[in-house]
C-alpha cells in the first residue's frame, strides 16, 4: 500500500498571503498526484492533476508542483474562500489520500 | 448537471449489514466506473472500492475485501455497494464518485454524491 503524510496539519494565513501545502509518498508514484479541497459539508472537489495540472475552473491562483516522492500546492494571494481542507491523493496505485491540510484564511 | 444521490445508509450494530445504492444522472452512466468512498469524522477519505463501466472488473481496499461488493445495474443508473460484517471502524459518510475513465485506470475522481452516513454501533 502507498502511503501519504501531508503537513502541516493545519495552516493559518491572511488573505493576500502565499502558502505552500506538502505532500510525500512512501514511494515513488511519478506524478500521479491531485489536489482536493473540501469545504464543511461539502464533498471534496478536484484542483489539480497529474501533479501540476490545474482542473477547468480553478483559479489560477492555486498551482501544484512535484514528482516521485515529494510533492507542493502553492496558493498565492489567499482569498477568504479558500478557507478550507486539503487532500492530497496518489493514483498510481489504486487511491490513497493524505490527511489532509487545514487552512483557516484570516 | 451531473448528480448523485446515494441513499441506504443508517444505523446497524456491529457485526450486521447494510446496503448503499447510488443513483446517477445528468451524465451517461454506463460510459463511466464508479467508486465508493468513506470519510471517518474527522478524518480524509478512505477509497473503498471501483467497479468499471460494465460491471466486468472491480477492486477493493484491503480492509473491506472479503466483506464489501461493488455491483452495478447500467438499466438503472445505480450502483450498489453491500456491507457485511460491519464493525465500528466502517463508520463514516460513505461517497460515491464518479470516475473520470470507463475502465479502472489511473484517473482522478470526478463528480461526487452527497453522501450517506453509516453508523456502527457496539
Known amino acids: 500500500d502507498i502511503q501519504m503524510t501531508q503537513s502541516p496539519s493545519t495552516l493559518s494565513a491572511y488573505v493576500g498571503d502565499s502558502v505552500t501545502l506538502s505532500c510525500r509518498a512512501s514511494q515513488s508514484i511519478s506524478k500521479w498526484l491531485a489536489w482536493y479541497q473540501q469545504k464543511p459539508g461539502e464533498a471534496p472537489k478536484v484542483l489539480i492533476s497529474q501533479a501540476s495540472t490545474l482542473e477547468t475552473g480553478v483559479p489560477s491562483r492555486f498551482s501544484g508542483s512535484g514528482s516521485g516522492t515529494d510533492f507542493t500546492l502553492t496558493i498565492t494571494g489567499l482569498q477568504p474562500e479558500d478557507s478550507a481542507t486539503y487532500f492530497c491523493q496518489q493514483y498510481f496505485l489504486l487511491w490513497t489520500f493524505g490527511g489532509g491540510t487545514k487552512l483557516e484564511v484570516k | 448537471q451531473e448528480q448523485l444521490v446515494q441513499s441506504g445508509g443508517g444505523v446497524v450494530q456491529s457485526g450486521g449489514s447494510l446496503t448503499l445504492s447510488c443513483t446517477a444522472s445528468g451524465f451517461i452512466f454506463s460510459d463511466f466506473a464508479i467508486h465508493w468512498v468513506r470519510q471517518a469524522p474527522g478524518k480524509g477519505p478512505e477509497w473503498v472500492a471501483i467497479t468499471s463501466y460494465d460491471g466486468s472488473s472491480s477492486y477493493y481496499a484491503d480492509f473491506v475485501k472479503g466483506r464489501f461488493t461493488i455491483s452495478r445495474d447500467n438499466s438503472k443508473n445505480t450502483v450498489y455497494l453491500q456491507m457485511r460484517r460491519l464493525s465500528a471502524d466502517d463508520t463514516g459518510i460513505y461517497y460515491c464518485?464518479?470516475?473520470?475513465?470507463?475502465?479502472?485506470?489511473?484517473?482522478?475522481?470526478?463528480?461526487w454524491g452527497l453522501g450517506t452516513r453509516v453508523t456502527v454501533s457496539s
Open positions: 464518485v464518479k470516475h473520470r475513465l470507463a475502465v479502472t485506470a489511473r484517473a482522478v475522481f470526478d463528480s
